[in-house]
């Protein structure tokens, strides 16, 4: 998949925004970037979006800016001209795609269809938009679609919030989700961006599902963590189980047969999308061992540790079953 797609796929999320006013595009990029979602799909519903495009990318480089509601070829040659680095479709329009393509733009029209699917592969796209998501039959017609066309992929956008965001992005032919629930019109208008950061932040927390997975404590010996999860047995009723490195007490103690990660132990932390979570900790400056990391037999990333402890305890995530 493509640079661009790549970097949208670690975000997960896509605000869709309209703007009236191009002095609420610094603080509505503000906003978005603060609240951990450095993306935005400016629409061309308003006869500033080139302006909004423009002055988001140069005060906000970092962000990936893309410009939606494209219908024809000037409207492309602007937004790309502004810094516009992908352009969205509503619908699948084969002379718009095309000249995109041989432009090298990533495009993603909008399909919905069995049609339009085989002419977004046979224009040689990786990515389409599928809108509108929830009144076209939602991520179950997504998986139906996908079934015969195995290697494409879906940005879906019309309908999705909060509450069901989840159900999309659990299917791994979904790359990102569009929607405009943390950013809603009433917001701008009466400019509380302070507003949308809590929102966009409250989007990326309940996306990432953070969670206490267990917590590992350093033992010196597997006899002294024998005892201490008998102990947590006999008060708790934690059930003993053991493995070549650890015994469990219940599912939430780990004592390590010898000193493992972190002065006193370790904190394991769940999250439902570890790449993403590792994406969204290192935009925020956090630094991960690499070292640490550990795959599945797909080759998907489970597991890995933080750089610094916290409180004398090492920090690792790991992927939450599905």
């Known amino acids: 998949m493509k ?10 999320i896509v605000p869709v925004i309209k703007l009236e006013k191009l002095e609420d595009a610094v603080p509505l990029a503000k906003a978005l970037c603060e609240g951990g979602i450095p993306c935005a799909e400016v629409t061309f519903r308003t006869d500033i979006c080139v302006d909004v495009i423009k002055v988001m990318k140069e005060t906000y480089p970092e962000m990936i800016i893309g410009a939606g509601t494209v219908l024809t070829k000037d409207q492309v040659d602007a937004a790309i001209k502004a810094g516009a680095e992908f352009i969205v ?32 592969l046979k224009l040689g796209l990786e990515a389409v938009k599928f809108f509108p998501a929830e009144n076209a039959g939602g991520i179950k017609m997504i998986k139906a679609l996908s079934a015969p066309y ?24 979904v790359i990102a989700c569009g929607g405009t629930w943390m950013v809603p019109s009433e917001l701008i208008e009466k400019k509380n961006f302070e507003q ?10 309940n996306m990432l599902g953070f969670s206490l997975a267990h917590i590992g404590l350093n033992m010196a010996s597997s006899e002294e963590a024998e005892s201490v999860v008998d102990t947590f047995e006999s008060i708790f009723g934690f059930k003993k189980a053991e493995n070549p490195n650890s015994i469990f007490a219940g599912s939430y103690i780990e004592a390590m047969r010898s000193p ?22 290192e935009r925020n400056k956090i630094k991960l061992n ?9 080759g998907k990333l489970g597991a890995i540790y933080l750089e610094n402890e916290i409180g004398g305890f090492a920090i690792h995530l790991v992927q939450k079953a599905k």
């Open 3 to 12: 640079g661009i797609l790549k970097k949208i796929e670690k975000i997960g």
């Open 89 to 120: 479709s509503p619908g699948f329009n084969p002379e718009i795609v095309e000249y995109c393509n041989g432009k090298k733009i990533i495009i993603t029209p909008g399909c919905t269809t069995p049609s339009d699917i085989e002419q977004a």
């Open 150 to 173: 195995e290697k494409l992929k879906f940005m879906p956008t019309g309908g999705i919030n909060i509450d069901n965001i989840k159900s999309y992005l659990d299917f791994d032919k």
């Open 196 to 205: 949308i950061k809590i929102l966009t932040r409250i989007t990326v927390e």
């Open 260 to 281: 493992y990660l972190g002065k006193n132990g370790h904190i394991a932390i769940f999250t439902d999308y570890i790449e993403r979570a590792v994406a969204y900790l």
């Open 290 to 298: 690499q070292e640490s990391a550990k795959y599945n037999s797909a």
